[in-house]
T-cell receptor
């Protein structure tokens, strides 16, 4: 149980393109989902917390107009990188928690490797 | 500030035992998680500690001392597939998850 699906797994596109990444909880409902970014050999960096039916909570330094998050249902959150540039190239990972208890671990999608040319 | 400290890299031999340490300074404590991350893949959950002591789960065990701000992950009977990065993460008083940079574990035959 507690499977999180992320799509696409790999994107290569030109500078200026907008890219949408989907994150789905397949066998549970997720009120809250999390979006992370990870650069090579570095730790996970939380970008934003996505709340179903309300606005996302962005971490300091993350541009909300650049990284648009929509959590339209209890099983789907999307991250759109608008007008992507080479510096946005990174590994983007979503996660969700099955249940409201804080002891529940986050379950991660397989990640999306984004390369902007 | 808040930070999680782990060794950057460790090397161990197949079949042996290795202990990966994690020390933390956070604003409050609401649990500590260990995750495994293979190169190019997303993290997978290994263990959760919120009370002092040892939690055992098969070949993996995790220990916590809240008074010392210290945890370790113990891996027994190492296998080649255990080569990965191991991430320590602490949930603070605001229930934010603070992540360590990870320890890259290299297993040699």
């Amino acid at each position: 149980g507690a499977v999180v699906s992320q799509h696409p797994s790999w994107v290569i596109c030109k500078s200026g393109t907008s890219v949408k990444i989907e994150c789905r909880s397949l066998d549970f409902q997720a009120t809250t989902m999390f979006w992370y970014r990870q650069f090579p050999k570095q730790s996970l960096m939380l970008m934003a917390t996505s709340n179903e039916g309300s606005k996302a909570t962005y971490e300091q330094g993350v541009e909300k107009d650049k990284f648009l998050i929509n959590h339209a249902s209890l099983t789907l959150s999307t991250l759109t990188v608008t007008s992507a540039h080479p510096e946005d190239s990174s590994f983007y990972i979503c996660s969700a928690r099955d249940g409201d208890r804080e002891s529940q671990p986050q379950h991660f999608g397989d990640g999306t490797r984004l390369s902007i040319l | 500030g808040q930070n999680i400290d782990q060794p950057t890299e460790m090397t161990a031999t197949e079949g042996a035992i290795v202990q990966i340490n994690c020390t933390y300074q956070t604003s409050g404590f609401n649990g500590l998680f260990w995750y495994q991350q293979h190169a190019g893949e997303a993290p997978t959950f290994l263990s959760y500690n919120v009370l002092d002591g040892l939690e055992e789960k098969g070949r993996f065990s995790s220990f916590l001392s809240r008074s010392k701000g210290y945890s370790y992950l113990l891996l027994k009977e190492l296998q080649m597939k255990d080569s990965a990065s191991y991430l320590c993460a602490v949930k603070n008083s605001n229930y934010q998850l603070i992540w360590g940079a990870g320890t890259k574990l290299i297993i040699k035959p």
